[in-house]
C-alpha cells in the first residue's frame, strides 16, 4: 500500500537526509552497537542509520531494517548495494513487525511521532529483545519558538487553521518518554539532547524544500501554490525575506530503555547499566 512519504523519497534524501545523518550517526553510536550484533531498525526511511549500524555490527551482524513506505526500502535497499553491506535485509513492514529476533538493538529515529500506537510498537520491540537488549528511539524536540519549522506551522494555523501539521516533537521531555516506555513495560536508563547546525543558504530554499517532507506534501497538495505562497510570505516576514540565510541548531531529544532487571550496555560508560524495575514492570527472566 502506498504511504504519503512515497512520492516525496527521493526529495528527501537530497534535501533531508544529509543534514539528519549527524543525528542518526548519534543515535547509533550511543546505543553502543557493536560486533555481532543483531538490530532491528524500524521506521528506516531511505537508510543513513542502517548503514551505520550496518557498519558497526560487521559481518559477524544482521540488521534488519523495515518500513511501511515502499518507496523508502527501495532507497535503502540501493543504498546499501552501493556500499556493499551484505548484511542488511530490507521489508516492506509495519513499525510493529519485530519479527526476526531476538534483537540486541531495536532503533527508530524520527519516526516514532507518525505512529498512532506508539506504546504498541515499543511493546512489540520489547518482547522481541535478547536478555540484554535495548531500545533506542530519537525524536524532535524539545520545542523551541524560533525554530522555522515552528515558525512556519505558525503561519499556517494563522492562515490556513484546519490543514496545521502534527507536532513531530512528541513526548520528548524526560518523564514523558519515561512514562511512554514504563506503559511498554520497559525502563528508560538514558535520556540526553543533541544538536547540530541547519543550514540553508536562503529561507526560500528551506521553505521548498519542506514539499519533500510529510506531511508538508499533502498540506501543499491540498491548499495548492497560491495558497502556500502566502504562508511562504508570512514565513519569510519572521525570517528577514526570502534571500535570508537560515541556520539553526535543533534539539533532538535521544532515550534508550530496556528491559527491567537486565543489564544493558550505552556508550560513555565503562561497565554495563542495571536497568531498575519500576512500579508495575516485570523484571526480566534470567
Known amino acids: 500500500m502506498a ?6 523519497a527521493r526529495g528527501y534524501v537530497e534535501e533531508w537526509v544529509p543534514r539528519f545523518t549527524p543525528y542518526h550517526l548519534d543515535l547509533i553510536q550511543e546505543a553502543k552497537v557493536e560486533p555481532g ?18 557498519r558497526a555490527v560487521g559481518e559477524t551482524g544482521r ?14 535497499c540501493e543504498q546499501a548495494d552501493a556500499a556493499g553491506l551484505e548484511n542488511i535485509y530490507c521489508e516492506e513492514a509495519d513499525a510493529k513487525d519485530a519479527s526476526g529476533g531476538p534483537f540486541d538493538l531495536v532503533v527508530c529515529a524520527f519516526g516514532l511521532w507518525q505512529l498512532d500506537d506508539r506504546v504498541g510498537a515499543l511493546t512489540a ?17 524539545p520545542t523551541e519558538e524560533d525554530d ?17 501539521p502534527p507536532a513531530p ?4 521531555q524526560r518523564d514523558s518518554m519515561a512514562q511512554m516506555f514504563e506503559e511498554a513495560q520497559l525502563t528508560m536508563v538514558r535520556h540526553t539532547v ?25 498540506i501543499w497538495d491540498q491548499l495548492g501554490d497560491a495558497r502556500m505562497s502566502r504562508v511562504a510570505a508570512r514565513f519569510y516576514g519572521l525570517v528577514g525575506g526570502p534571500d535570508a540565510p537560515l541556520s539553526w541548531d535543533p534539539a533532538a531529544t535521544l532515550a534508550i530503555a530496556g528491559l527491567p532487571g537486565s543489564e544493558i550496555e ?11 524495575i519500576s512500579k508495575g514492570s516485570t523484571p526480566t527472566l534470567k
Open 3 to 8: 504511504t504519503p512519504w512515497d512520492r516525496a
Open 37 to 54: 550484533h543483531r538490530v532491528l531498525i524500524a521506521c528506516c526511511g531511505p537508510g543513513s542509520e542502517v548503514l551505520a549500524a550496518a
Open 63 to 76: 540488521v534488519r531494517a523495515t518500513d511501511k513506505s515502499a518507496e523508502m526500502v527501495k532507497i535503502c
Open 125 to 141: 520491540w520489547g518482547r522481541s529483545l535478547s536478555s540484554s537488549g535495548k531500545v533506542a528511539v530519537m525524536t524532535w524536540g
Open 148 to 164: 522555522p519549522f515552528e515558525r512556519v506551522s505558525l503561519c499556517l494555523q494563522h492562515l490556513e487553521p484546519d490543514f496545521v
Open 169 to 172: 516533537r512528541i513526548l520528548a
Open 194 to 218: 543533541y544538536r547540530h547546525t541547519l543550514a540553508f543558504k536562503r529561507a526560500e530554499d528551506f521553505f521548498n524544500a519542506l514539499r519533500e517532507t510529510y506531511p508538508w506534501n499533502e
Open 266 to 276: 550505552v556508550a560513555s560508560r565503562r561497565s554495563s547499566v542495571h536497568v531498575p
